[in-house]
């Protein structure tokens, strides 16, 4: 489980947010799961609860908190799932959508529900975090491999599954939580843009590669979560 995992008050209580995704727009949404197996969503404007995705959309989990990536343009959301998938569902309707096998070489256990993965939506990949800490893209329409971010590209402590970034809509650069407490900012391919934000810019403890980070394009904002129970 990710041990940097901060706690969201949403509308309806409080909950152990394990990922967040981000729903662009003029009502933008931010997502987070939680503990009880749900999905919820914050409306950014006036951070009431605006949506709850039952636990029962998400077959092929432990009914824990999920790791999740959102496709706004397709209304889809992902979430990795046991037996090495990565499964997704329409939000309006939860009909199924595409799922998608991960075929990696590991040693030790696979990453199954835990693994991390995250949506570019300028080149529409679903980009998950490999075990040897690498990043595999797929293209969201079919879930066909579609090209590899190299290990090399990230430095510090590499989490392997766990890595966390934020893919900005608008350019498709993102960014990543470096071991040291960094956040730095890559273009699509892996490299270094030269932007960066220190350790001693964010509040809260520092939770090194395992910070959770998602983009907030129409306010240009890094939202972040810390571990006193806000984002």
Not at 41 to 57: K, Q, R, Y
Request: net charge neutral; proline share 5%; aromatic share 10%.
């Amino acid at each position: 489980m990710i041990t940097a995992a901060a706690t969201l008050v949403a509308g309806s209580g409080t909950a152990r947010a394990q990922a967040v995704a981000y729903c662009t727009g003029a009502r933008g949404i931010f997502y987070y799961a939680a503990l009880d197996g749900t999905v919820r969503g914050l409306d950014m404007n006036t951070h009431a609860e605006a949506v709850v995705i039952p636990a029962t959309a998400f077959p092929g989990t432990s009914a824990q908190g999920h790791e999740i990536a959102f496709d706004p343009a397709a209304r889809t959301l992902w979430y990795a799932a046991q037996g090495n998938q990565i499964r997704s569902f329409n939000v309006d309707t939860l009909s199924p959508g595409t799922t998608i096998a991960v075929s990696e070489a590991i040693v030790g256990a696979p990453a199954d529900e835990v693994r991390h993965i995250f949506v570019d939506e300028v080149r529409r990949h679903l980009v998950a975090a490999f075990t040897n800490g690498s990043m595999q893209r797929y293209r969201l329409t079919d879930g066909a491999k579609a090209g590899l971010i190299p290990a090399r590209a990230f430095r510090g402590i590499s989490p392997g599954a766990f890595r966390h970034v934020a893919f900005d809509p608008r350019t498709g650069d993102f960014w990543y939580a470096r071991s040291d407490g960094y956040v730095i900012e890559l273009t699509g391919a892996g490299k270094p843009t030269g932007r960066s934000i220190p350790a001693g810019r964010l509040v809260g403890a520092n939770t090194g590669e395992f910070r959770h980070l998602v983009v907030e394009p129409v306010r240009n904002l890094l939202l972040y979560a810390i571990n006193d129970g806000s984002v």
